[in-house]
């Protein structure tokens, strides 16, 4: 070791003997719950035969190190069994009323959770300590966890996970009645706070939904395309509540119980009790989470009188909440947090020698954590932002002074207050929606920009990087418009369901929008579009039109075509209010509409014919034309395709995302040379063999977007 490394040592703060042994600890623990989550508590047996050994011979670190990845396979595998005999549980199906606790909150925006307890109505009802059920809610209902409700609806055995929790089924509620609190003082103060976050900051403006995401971590109330741009952005870790989050709270908190914390142990205790109501305001996040037990470790260490350091309370917290619940080691949040801590641990001491000492820490902080989530955000995300430490300078003093004077108004309750937060707030939005149009990088980018930043450090290869690196960017700008000019068709990857984009002229027409407002977001903006002139719905089904939610927030868009015997329900209801409040014209749309013009396209609607018993065969169903023709069916199924006029386009975009319904004898006789399957991963069987077949045999070209991606062609 050289003289300057004890320095660097220091500069950096890597952990000393006691944080090296918690850390080593803790990633023994995570890599035996990842063997157990996939290989079952089998796998345990090795690194406990290796305990015993290493006991044996007196090699007491590894037979330790050996102890705990076996205690995590076995904490991993009990999590994995959980979750599975979850989601196998019988469900009843049909008409169904339930009691029970409320284990995760609900709006008709998202799907709460329900544990039952008791199933029927009083006085037949029977005790029924059934698997955990999603519950779909109508306008008006809502779910708060720790409530004991009875809802009353239809029970589906539909299992699958709500927001990373294994639930076997789903309740579509038509009738809510809440019976009362039932999770004691906890849930009670816990969900007070909540109460209070939404009572004194309840305008419902894009600010003040952040603002309550900086408080409680609660995003409900945000657009998709403000999550979306606070990922983009980098800034997404600003509303997982953390540390800086603990602190504040634990700071209010013993100033309100200063008369009953008198002595350390009772300090201790009062502490420990706020952090447990912070956790359940703040509903149990993977952040949350780990950032309480931290800080539960370091009260504990010093009611005790020892020192606990950031190491060793990281690597303590995450070993023993591995242990307590093996599956946080697949929770996207809960990697997120651990790496993104100990990235600015890392990198904490690196600016206290530079001046001013502020920028710096602001600066290096967040370069380090943004360096140490790259394989996280690569693994689940596929790129990261390239500029996130930019944003996250700009940003992070909004964001402090916002969240000290929320909590100030919560407090209070005084307008001005809630005025100054929400407004620093907005600043934060604007930043984080500029931020998201900045260059975003994958795998292989994320190689070059490292190798990039290695030959920088050499004073003669620095040109040649800048250089480089104006060109890259010059071509990020210039590509979308270069490509803008010609006259194509693309048929978007937006999972399970359908978005076809067509381009001429400049001009473009979206038809569909799939299911996640943030996977279309991601495909426009790979393709430059932010203006829409044409965005028809074929119909209202989620996997067409959920996708849609928001989109004229984020794009402009001139006219809407949606069928003319649609009744507005589920999301064509938020696009039509929202189309009407900003001035955008909405066509219905059938048979007998005129086309339109779109560049060299003429876009005809062929159907629907008339009013159907299904909204599927109720879709717009477009023949799209310029030098070769197209159609594009939505999800018509047989009774609507043998009322279309017969056509044979050079390209088909085969309906409802080749699902059996189609009738095959139309299929062969329609197919022309080019078939795309619009599909993602499902529980339908789509596409059906026995319409590839058809297609096949037709002679049609195939091609499917959950091979191919995104599927172009010119038109």
Known sequence: MTAASPGLVAALRVPGP??????????AVWIGALAGIHAGAAVALVPGAAALVGWASRRSAA????????????????????????????????????????????????????????????????????PALAVDLEPGMALVAGDRVRIEGIGRARPGTVRGDPVAGRIRATGLERIGPGRGPLFAVGNAIRRRVATVISSGSPADALLTGFLIGDTADLAPSDIDALRRSGLT????????????????WWLITAPLGRGSRRRFALGLIGLAVFVVATRWEASVIRAATMAGLALGGAAAGLVIDGWMALGGAVALLLLTSGGLALDVG?????????GIMVGAGVARERTPRWAWTALIAAVAAQISVVPVLLLHFGTIPLLAPVANLMAAPLVSLSTITGAFAVLTGWPPLVIVASSLAGLVLGIARLASEWPQLGPGAVLIVAVAGSAAIKRRWRPVVAVAFAGWLASIILWPLIGAGGTSVTVLDVGQGDAVLLRSEGRVALVDGGSDPIVLSDRLRDHGVDRIDLLVVTHGDTDHAGGLAGILATNGVGRIWIPSHAELSGPLVGLVDAA????????????????????????????????YAGDNDGSIVLWVEAGRSMMLAGDAEAVAQRELPQRSPDILLVPHHGSATTDATWLAETVGATAVISVGPNRFGHPAPEIRLILEQAGARVFVTAEHGDVSLDL
């Open 18 to 27: 006691a944080g090296r042994w918690a850390v080593a600890a803790a990633a």
């Open 63 to 130: 037979a330790g190190l050996a102890a705990l990845v076996c205690a995590g396979a076995l904490s991993g595998s009990a999590a994995a069994a959980r979750a599975d005999a979850t989601m196998t549980a019988p469900v009843p199906e049909g008409p169904i009323i339930v009691t029970g606790l409320v284990a995760e909150d609900g709006s008709d925006q998202r799907p709460g959770v329900i544990r039952p307890e008791a199933l029927g109505a009083d006085p037949e009802s029977v005790a029924w300590s059934g």
């Open 237 to 252: 870790h600003y509303v997982a509540v953390s540390g800086s989050n603990v602190a504040l709270f634990l700071a209010g």
């Open 334 to 342: 809960f990697q997120l947090s651990v790496a993104a801590t100990a």
């Open 580 to 611: 009407i409040a900003a001035g955008v014209t909405v066509d219905r749309i059938d048979v007998r509409s005129p086309p339109y013009r779109l560049g060299a396209i003429r876009i005809q609607p062929l159907g629907p014919q008339r009013r």
